[in-house]
């Protein structure tokens, strides 16, 4: 189970929306070894496509660095869908190098709502998780 802040839950649909029509991508950070995530990172999608996102290699190496040296890890690793559900295309599911990270989907096909759902995926093998959307982590 995802459990998440919902901050961190309106900083990423905001960023999805701002992409618009392109996709998002992002990190959500965390103290390592605590699947708590804490800090939102946005970043571009150097495809800048409505159907496709990839992280620019260089932005990719100074984040992880960034999260190495403040002992964080990627606990989400996020990104919307702009016309299709929030489901990981074949494409997501090969570019997936995180196995203990959760893959966070966005659609924002209906400019009025949002749908958000999140996954593991390990070795090609995609499995939905559940979401709670807390306001404050429990000490």
Do not use: K
Not at 33 to 42: L, V
Not at 44 to 54: I, K, L, M
Not at 66 to 74: I, R, V
Request: hydrophobic content about 35%; charged content about 25%.
């Amino acid at each position: 189970m995802l459990v998440i802040r919902a901050d961190l839950v309106d900083a990423v649909v905001a960023h999805a929306r701002v992409d618009h029509p392109d996709e998002a991508c992002g990190v959500l950070a965390g103290p390592e070894g605590s699947d708590r995530p804490e800090r939102h990172i946005p970043m571009v999608n150097a495809e800048r496509s409505p159907t496709f996102y990839r992280f620019d290699s260089g932005e990719q190496l100074t984040v992880w660095r960034s999260m190495d040296q403040a002992d964080e890890t990627p606990v989400v690793i996020y990104h919307s869908h702009t016309a299709t559900e929030a489901y990981p295309s074949r494409t997501d599911i090969s570019y997936a190098a995180e196995p203990d990270a959760h893959y966070v989907l966005v659609s924002t096909r209906d400019p009025d709502e949002h749908e958000l759902r999140s996954y593991r995926i390990v070795d090609g093998v995609v499995t939905e998780e559940p979401v709670s959307i807390v306001e404050q982590y429990e000490s």
